[in-house]
């Protein structure tokens, strides 16, 4: 009997589950009769609507309805949690460790495969700022969202307690370092929700929080275009959220953002979401990559020169062939990569069948972005919007987007009852230590100190 034709699919993000889930349904005779075999290799058994964590920071959406588990929807294929630590495609082995090898203490184990998808996604960009490891909040996972929204209602609860203004001020200033997507939208939503969290509160109101948006370009939301950009700027401050254009965060060193024009800001809350850059793992295989670390790629989704290796999304440089300008590559967002997972997908089952591939070719829509509630900017088909219907617009597109049917109803179910009652204020942070109760409880007792004497 011969062996499965084995896809390895690297990453359970937007594409690695798009692709796994076109391929189970496009191969589904050959996964029948055991001649193919989808084997997908990613850190969290979920894919993340990232679009979404802005709405969950702020409690508009339950954080496991911005999640898909990866088991329910590719139930055709086997799903390895664990992390792909390098590929030797000359020899068709990936080395990889899961949660069982950590357990064991063997080491990393190797898998061999046939067909290798790459798309591992991209992590944070980070600069080398003073303090930025230690006092920095990311925005990429759902994890992270959370975390930001229990941490920036922790610091309503500490400036309404302080007796100290030097810490009130500290807590109650946000910093935002990056004016792209997960920036402002993150701002935009985070300031709405604290804003209205702030009424609850006997000694605060909503004009003592300061929010700073830093961009080290002159604009933001380049997506949606410059006019649109302006107009966010313009919203943005008449909120009294203080945009910084061509300016840079120097340091954070002992809760203190000092800015490239010399303003000092005592914070205790930076939030880092200035860029991202290609996941580690593509630096440790043997397959082509470009001078920005992404993989080099040709229209129809293949790593350029290489066989049986396929790429897309923010791992991969695909050219774009709708621009009419040689060089020019489909940029590494949402939009290109649940469309190149779909003729990824297409182009594996057609290569396993000995049938000719196509091109990837999509030209670029526009975007849209949300500036908290009931507030929006959009550029899409040549047309802008503002304002409410921008807003209207963006949830709309990403409801239409979000995987399966149970996450869509779901999603508009909260929001709609995020609009008849009232929003949550309620702070989660224990979650992020739940032993910590119990190992105060289960510590034993500390013996009395000189003079004192020992409890009954």
């Given at each position: 009997?011969t062996?499965?034709?084995r896809?390895?699919?690297v990453?359970?993000g937007?594409?690695?589950?798009y692709?796994?889930?076109?391929?189970?349904?496009?191969?589904?005779?050959?996964?029948?009769?055991?001649?193919?075999?989808?084997v997908v290799?990613?850190p969290?058994?979920?894919?993340?609507?990232q679009p979404?964590?802005p709405?969950?920071?702020a409690?508009?959406?339950?954080?496991?309805?911005?999640?898909?588990p990866?088991?329910?929807?590719?139930?055709?294929?086997?799903?390895?949690?664990?992390?792909?630590?390098?590929?030797?495609?000359?020899?068709?082995?990936?080395?990889?460790?899961?949660?069982?090898?950590?357990?064991?203490?063997?080491?990393?184990?190797?898998?061999?495969?046939?067909e290798?998808?790459?798309?591992?996604?991209?992590?944070s960009?980070?600069?080398?700022?003073p303090?930025l490891?230690?006092?920095?909040i990311?925005f990429?996972?759902?994890?992270?969202?959370?975390?930001?929204?229990?941490?920036?209602?922790e610091q309503?609860?500490?400036?309404?307690?302080?007796?100290?203004?030097?810490?009130r001020?500290?807590?109650l200033?946000?910093?935002?370092?990056g004016g792209?997507?997960?920036g402002v939208?993150?701002?935009?939503?985070l300031?709405?929700?604290?804003?209205y969290?702030?009424?609850?509160?006997?000694?605060?109101?909503a004009?003592?929080l300061?929010?700073?948006?830093?961009?080290?370009?002159?604009?933001i939301?380049?997506?949606?275009?410059?006019?649109?950009g302006?107009?966010?700027i313009?919203?943005?401050?008449?909120r009294?959220?203080?945009?910084?254009?061509?300016?840079?965060l120097?340091?954070?060193?002992d809760?203190v953002?000092?800015?490239s024009?010399?303003?000092?800001?005592?914070?205790?809350?930076v939030?880092?979401?200035?860029?991202?850059?290609?996941?580690?793992?593509?630096?440790?295989?043997?397959?082509?990559?470009?001078?920005?670390?992404r993989?080099k790629?040709?229209?129809?989704?293949?790593?350029?020169?290489?066989?049986?290796?396929w790429?897309?999304?923010d791992?991969?440089a695909?050219?774009?062939v709708?621009?009419?300008e040689?060089?020019?590559?489909?940029?590494p967002?949402a939009?290109?990569a649940?469309?190149?997972?779909?003729?990824?997908?297409?182009?594996?089952a057609?290569?396993?069948?000995?049938?000719?591939?196509?091109?990837?070719?999509?030209?670029?829509?526009?975007?849209?972005?949300?500036?908290?509630?009931?507030?929006?900017?959009?550029?899409?088909?040549?047309r802008?919007?503002?304002g409410?219907?921008?807003?209207?617009?963006?949830?709309?597109?990403h409801?239409?987007r979000?995987p399966?049917?149970?996450?869509?109803?779901?999603?508009?179910?909260?929001?709609?009852?995020?609009?008849?009652?009232k929003?949550?204020?309620?702070?989660l942070?224990?979650?992020?230590?739940?032993?910590?109760?119990?190992?105060l409880?289960?510590?034993?007792?500390?013996?009395?100190e000189?003079?004192?004497?020992?409890?009954?």
């Amino acid at each position: 009997m011969t062996e499965p034709v084995r896809i390895l699919v690297v990453g359970g993000g937007y594409v690695g589950m798009y692709t796994a889930l076109r391929l189970q349904k496009l191969l589904k005779p050959e996964l029948r009769s055991g001649a193919v075999e989808i084997v997908v290799v990613t850190p969290d058994p979920y894919m993340t609507y990232q679009p979404f964590l802005p709405e969950a920071a702020a409690g508009s959406i339950s954080p496991r309805h911005v999640v898909v588990p990866l088991r329910r929807v590719l139930d055709r294929c086997r799903v390895v949690v664990g992390e792909v630590r390098s590929v030797d495609h000359a020899k068709r082995t990936a080395t990889l460790t899961t949660l069982a090898t950590e357990e064991e203490g063997t080491g990393a184990v190797e898998m061999t495969y046939g067909e290798l998808v790459v798309a591992p996604g991209s992590v944070s960009r980070t600069l080398p700022v003073p303090g930025l490891a230690d006092y920095g909040i990311g925005f990429k996972t759902v994890e992270e969202a959370i975390g930001l929204r229990n941490h920036v209602i922790e610091q309503l609860d500490i400036a309404s307690s302080t007796r100290d203004p030097a810490i009130r001020d500290a807590a109650l200033t946000f910093v935002f370092v990056g004016g792209g997507y997960a920036g402002v939208e993150a701002l935009g939503e985070l300031e709405d929700m604290a804003r209205y969290t702030a009424g609850y509160y006997h000694n605060i109101r909503a004009e003592d929080l300061k929010w700073v948006l830093v961009e080290a370009s002159g604009r933001i939301l380049p997506e949606v275009g410059e006019e649109m950009g302006k107009y966010a700027i313009r919203e943005l401050r008449s909120r009294n959220i203080d945009v910084r254009l061509e300016t840079r965060l120097e340091s954070c060193e002992d809760r203190v953002a000092v800015l490239s024009d010399g303003t000092r800001l005592p914070t205790r809350t930076v939030v880092w979401t200035a860029g991202v850059k290609p996941a580690p793992v593509l630096a440790a295989t043997d397959l082509p990559l470009n001078e920005r670390g992404r993989l080099k790629c040709t229209a129809e989704l293949a790593v350029d020169g290489v066989a049986h290796a396929w790429a897309a999304g923010d791992a991969a440089a695909v050219p774009d062939v709708t621009a009419g300008e040689p060089g020019k590559e489909c940029a590494p967002n949402a939009q290109h990569a649940v469309r190149q997972a779909k003729v990824l997908a297409e182009n594996i089952a057609a290569s396993l069948r000995g049938q000719p591939v196509k091109r990837y070719a999509h030209k670029y829509v526009g975007s849209v972005a949300s500036l908290g509630l009931h507030k929006g900017v959009a550029h899409v088909y040549g047309r802008k919007l503002k304002g409410y219907p921008a807003w209207f617009m963006h949830r709309v597109y990403h409801l239409s987007r979000v995987p399966t049917f149970n996450r869509k109803a779901r999603v508009m179910t909260e929001w709609t009852l995020s609009g008849l009652f009232k929003r949550e204020i309620v702070s989660l942070g224990s979650l992020e230590n739940p032993r910590a109760e119990f190992e105060l409880a289960a510590a034993p007792p500390k013996p009395p100190e000189d003079g004192q004497a020992p409890r009954a």
